[in-house]
Each structure stands twice: as C-alpha cells, then as structure tokens.
C-alpha cells in the first residue's frame, strides 16, 4: 500500500487562488503517493491527477470545531498529517486532542507568516515542551525564528511550493498589454492606493489600459474600507478600466499575466518578509512588477531588476513607475522571465517533499 498524506485546507473550494497552488504543486510533485484532501464542504474542486482524493468537509462557521475531531482521528492512524496553512490554534488543538507526545515525523505545520502582535511566546514555549516532535516549517526565517525562539527543536525554512511553469516561448516576449492588480481586493494589498491611482490617471486623461481583479477573500467579505474603495472605483469614469469581480479559473487568472505590469503597492508593515504568491505568478509569467519598498516582493524585483520599487505608493510616483516600465518593457519582461524560471526552481514543491517524505531534515 503506498504512503498516505493527509492535507487539511479548510478555506479550499476551488483551483483558483494560492491555496490551490500550494497543495497542487505538492500533490503533483509526487504522483506515487496517495493523498487524502480535506478541504470546504461545498469545494468544487476536481484534481488533474488520480494519487489525490478530495474529502469535502469544512463548513466555515465550525471549522474550528470539525478540526479538534480531524485531527484526533487522523491521529490514531499511520498516515502523515500536513496542515498547509497553519496557525496557532492548530498547534494547541493537536496537543489537546494528543494522548501524550506525538510521535516524530507525524505532524507539519506550515506556517505562511505570522502576525507579530499574536506571537504569544509563553504558549508556543509550553506547547514546545509538551510537543517536542511537531515540526514548524515556514518560507522565510522570520517566520520560523518565531518557533525556534520559543523552543521548537525542529523549526524549518522552508520555500512556499510552487507548480512549474513553461512558457511557451521563452525568448519572444509579448507586447504590453495591460497593468494588472491580481488577487483579493484587501487594505494591506494597497487596493486603495490603486483605486486612487485609476482616479489621478483618469484625471490625467491618459490611455492606459488598467485591469483590476476585485474579488473577495475565502468566504466572500469584504473590510469596510475595501468595500468604499471597491464603490469608488466603481464611480471612476476611466474607460480603460476593466474590472474583474469574480473569482478567475486558473486559465483566465494566469493569462492575464501575458504582456502585463502587474503592481502590487502592499503594505511593507504587513510584507516585509512575507512571501506573496501574485509575485511568483507574475515572475513565472515573464510579467515586471511595480512594487512598495520594504517588501519580500521588493527584494525579488531588486534581485533580477525585473521591474521599479517606489519609496511611495502616491499616484504619482507608481504612475512613473508604470511609464518607466513601459518604456522598457521587453528588457524588463526578459528579466522577469529569468526571475520566474530561477525562482520557480528555488521554490519547488521537491523540498517540501523532501522533507515530509523522506524526512529530510
């Protein structure tokens, strides 16, 4: 009987966004292992490959509760348990649902960030001590000196996994397109910066054509500011606006990443050193970047000089920025495709895996 993994994604519900990627490119990266999915109840969610089943599960409102039974259940068998989008809370249910200490190379979390006003170290150090097998990966080492500061012997950097793309050519690069705002409509994503961008660009009377993605997050709200800001764009007579407000299937998302400038005015407060997948996708499709400084996203573009980080995110400055990059958009689209193709190597699901499978670490 082949080796199982169980995933537990509970905001999962479909093939678009990052979660998908995430678990997707793990699943696919090892094709000989059976996986046990468990993902929202209402998931839409069908797998390209045969090694993955989908358990529908989750209701939002419960979720909390559904994982005490889960994970207590899953931890009476012999299958691995991978939470891919972990959280404190998770940490603590798995220690209360415990009998005693858990056995080693049973249990990952993979922590994407975390919040520094939640770090909480006297429960991570006692939870620490109580769990000394638990095993805390994260994409960055801020992220994981957080646990091993608190104790946890087994605390990883770990790259955020990412499905390989190939692109269908990769010397002929295409014509600018758009400027494209991928992804949740959020405050820390800056979507109000790029709200009032559109307003001073449509002052201006310019022509460029501006493409906005202004769906919600997993279960569909909105914060009080983003919805004004979402009525406000809404009110902008600029007819070179499209507004994307569904949530895009994978196809649709990544082709309009073709011949784009994709911006991401992010809130350095909030990404200073967290991964953010829009960027991966945007790299990956040979697609510059606009971007705050002060960022991780910053720091890939300054790496491969593949597009302009702004000190501000003023409409002003990110429209020169935009200018700029369409000016020179081949040379940039060039080194953003370099940037895809190394990144993507730096951040295959292979070392993910490595460590799950054959615990190496």
């Not at 801020?142 to 012997?153: E, I, R, Y």
């Amino acid at each position: 009987m082949s080796q199982i993994i169980n995933i537990v994604e509970p905001t999962l519900t479909s093939q678009a966004g990052h979660c998908f990627s995430f678990v997707g490119s793990l699943c696919q990266a090892n094709k000989k292992i059976h996986f046990l999915l468990w993902v929202n109840h209402f998931s839409s969610l069908t797998f390209p490959t045969n090694n993955v089943e989908v358990k529908k599960y989750f209701f939002r409102k419960i979720r909390k509760i559904q994982c005490f039974f889960l994970y207590k259940k899953l931890l009476g068998t012999q299958d691995k348990i991978l939470i891919s989008t972990a959280g404190r809370i998770d940490l603590a249910i798995f220690d209360w649902v415990s009998k005693g200490v858990i056995p080693p190379n049973k249990v990952y979390f993979y922590f994407h960030w975390i919040n520094e006003s939640h770090k909480k170290i006297a429960q991570l150090r006692q939870l620490a001590i109580k769990q000394p097998h638990l095993v805390i990966l994260g994409p960055t080492l801020s992220v994981v000196k957080v646990f091993q500061d608190a104790g946890f012997k087994r605390a990883y950097v770990v790259p955020y996994p990412i499905s390989k793309v190939i692109l269908k050519n990769h010397t002929q690069v295409q014509p600018f397109s758009r400027v494209w705002f991928a992804g949740a409509a959020r405050k820390d994503k800056g979507f109000g910066k790029v709200v009032d961008l559109i307003e001073y660009v449509s002052s201006l009377g310019l022509n460029i054509p501006f493409t906005l993605q202004t769906s919600s997050d997993h279960y569909g709200k909105y914060d009080a500011e983003t919805k004004a800001n979402i009525t406000r764009l809404k009110s902008i007579p600029y007819s070179h606006l499209e507004i994307r407000a569904d949530t895009l299937s994978k196809d649709a998302y990544t082709n309009l990443f073709s011949g784009a400038i994709c911006i991401q005015p992010y809130q350095s407060s909030d990404f200073a050193d967290r991964i953010s997948g829009v960027t991966l996708d945007a790299l990956s499709a040979g697609s510059p970047i606009v971007t705050s400084a002060g960022t991780w996203i910053a720091r890939q573009v300054e790496r491969f000089d593949a597009g302009v980080i702004v000190d501000t995110t003023s409409p002003e400055h990110m429209l020169t920025a935009i200018k700029k990059v369409i000016a020179e958009y081949e040379s940039y689209s060039k080194k953003a495709m370099i940037a895809g193709q190394t990144l993507q190597d730096e951040h295959s699901a292979n070392h993910l895996s490595s460590i799950i499978l054959l615990n190496n670490i």
